[in-house]
């Protein structure tokens, strides 16, 4: 088969890397010039992804072009029209990722149940709204992507620290862009995300279940980083997906979205509340589900192509993953001083089985060297499957210690409150089977 990948930061560069040890055919594409180089000598590259659309074109139904981002939904929409098949998203997609008022209104039009949430485009009226409602919210940037180490869930029971915030982001906003932003009512309870692909016509089922840990450090510590790490099931699911994500397929339907859909939720004993949509492959989430495939990528794309057969073959238990990073992650400034052309190494003891589980992301081949390449530190993730949360942990994080680069850095903590907190509480609210 033939696969054109499409990004701008070269999210799914493990994805391409895997097809094309199966023998695929794969070229992709990177935007972004400080990522240009990752994975050379491993993948082949393209420097105009629209000068490969007549080779995708000669493989007919072997032909395959996937978008990484929730950004080119529109030009998806048209390559569609034009009779590529292609994995992704679409503009609707887009739209209920990036313009967050947009989703929630969109599930509140179903009939779910949604968390106030209120739009602005200047920080001072976002500051004067908190002073006189006096209450907990969360900061939520729009834009598919819009920094999210910037975004910030409210601690003060009435507001203190939001209006502090706002009124710095107000001081130190540069730029002609006009702000634009959220703040959505805190809701407590569990966090849990359900994520299913969709063939252009219905949901491939089983759906899963995630549990991701945004924080940078370990203990719920630092800057939402977008991900750190997750706990992943395709067991169990019916109950969320059947109340939230399943009501959107009509919708996604209509639009021509093909492509992995992820809604964030919040559970409590007053019900689910959707938070936030994820209109693409999500990373590392991608590599942590591949490790609960019973089936190849090729494979699944096939069916999301639009196939009869709407089974995935998937194991049971949980995968869990650990994101490996360099300074100064998760932030950019500095990279080239600090880390970029580090040596990735592994540990003698590392087997075939352990390579295949760990998903490099910023890395590429110089001299027959491993080295950290991009532009922010994201070595990649590692992966580990079992029977609970524990045993899934534990194999992901001995591999973790196989993986030798200077100052790598992870969280010890991923899936220590999924097993301890999480899935009792969500199971004692019927979220979850007995």
Same mark, same amino acid.
């Given at each position: 088969m033939r696969f054109l990948g499409i990004g701008d930061d070269g999210d799914l560069c493990a994805m391409y890397y895997g097809l094309a040890r199966a023998g695929h055919d794969v070229r992709m594409y990177i935007g972004s010039p400080d990522s240009r180089g990752l994975y050379a000598g491993m993948v082949a590259a393209t420097p105009d992804w629209q000068s490969e659309l007549g080779w995708v074109r000669a493989a007919g139904q072997e032909g395959i072009v996937l978008f990484e981002s929730a950004q080119h939904g529109a030009l998806q929409n048209r390559l569609r029209g034009e009779g590529f098949q292609v994995i992704g998203g679409s503009a609707f997609g887009d739209r209920l990722e990036a313009d967050r008022g947009f989703g929630q209104a969109q599930l509140a039009g179903l009939g779910l149940r949604i968390a106030a949430s209120h739009e602005f485009d200047n920080f001072a009226e976002a500051a004067a709204f908190v002073h006189?409602?006096?209450?907990?919210?969360?900061?939520?940037?729009?834009?598919?992507?819009?920094?999210?180490?910037?975004?910030?869930?409210?601690? &003060?029971?009435?507001?203190?620290?939001?209006?502090? +915030?706002?009124?710095?982001?107000? *001081?130190?906003?540069?730029?002609?862009?006009?702000?634009?932003f959220v703040l959505m009512e805190y809701?407590?309870?569990?966090?849990?995300?359900?994520?299913?692909?969709?063939?252009?016509?219905?949901?491939?089922?089983?759906?899963? +279940?995630?549990?991701?840990?945004? *924080?940078?450090?370990?203990?719920?510590l630092g800057e939402l980083t977008g991900e750190m790490g997750t706990i992943v099931t395709y067991r169990g699911y019916e109950c969320i997906f059947g109340r939230t994500l399943a009501h &959107?397929?009509?919708?996604?339907?209509?639009?021509?979205?093909?492509?992995?859909?992820?809604?964030?939720? &919040?559970?409590?004993?007053?019900? +689910?509340?959707?938070?936030?949509?994820?209109?693409?492959?999500?990373?590392?989430?991608?590599?942590?589900?591949?490790?609960?495939?019973?089936?190849?990528?090729?494979?699944?794309? &096939?069916?999301?192509?639009?196939?009869?057969?709407? $089974?995935?073959?998937?194991?049971?238990?949980?995968?869990?993953?650990?994101?490996l990073t360099v300074p100064p992650f998760p932030h950019g400034h500095g990279y080239a001083e600090l880390s970029r052309g580090l040596p990735v190494l592994f540990d003698a003891s590392m087997t075939h089985a352990e390579r295949k589980a760990l998903h490099l992301a910023e890395v590429a081949m110089e001299a027959?060297?491993?080295?950290?390449?991009?532009?922010?530190?994201?070595?990649?993730?590692?992966?580990?499957?079992?029977?609970?949360?524990?045993?899934? $942990?534990? *194999?992901?994080?001995?591999?973790?210690?196989?993986?030798?680069?200077?100052?790598l850095r992870y969280r010890t903590d991923i899936g220590e409150r999924v097993a301890r907190r999480d899935l009792d509480a969500l199971t004692r609210l019927g979220y979850l089977p007995a």
């Open positions: 006189e409602t006096r209450a907990r919210y969360v900061f939520k940037s729009n834009g598919a992507n819009s920094p999210r180490t910037r975004n910030y869930i409210g601690q &003060m029971d009435e507001g203190d620290d939001m209006i502090a +915030l706002l009124r710095a982001y107000e *001081r130190q906003w540069r730029g002609p862009e006009v702000p634009d809701v407590a309870g569990v966090e849990v995300g359900v994520g299913a692909y969709f063939n252009g016509h219905k949901f491939l089922e089983p759906a899963c +279940l995630d549990w991701e840990h945004k *924080r940078f450090f370990s203990g719920e &959107m397929a009509g919708a996604l339907a209509a639009s021509g979205y093909c492509g992995y859909i992820n809604l964030n939720l &919040m559970a409590n004993e007053h019900g +689910l509340w959707p938070l936030e949509f994820t209109s693409r492959f999500g990373y590392p989430g991608f590599a942590i589900c591949e490790a609960l495939h019973d089936e190849p990528w090729d494979s699944i794309f &096939m069916k999301m192509l639009g196939g009869a057969d709407t $089974r995935l073959q998937t194991r049971t238990g949980f995968a869990a993953g650990v994101v027959d060297q491993l080295m950290t390449s991009g532009k922010i530190g994201y070595v990649g993730v590692a992966t580990g499957t079992g029977a609970t949360v524990d045993a899934a $942990r534990e *194999r992901a994080y001995a591999l973790a210690r196989k993986v030798i680069v200077p100052n």
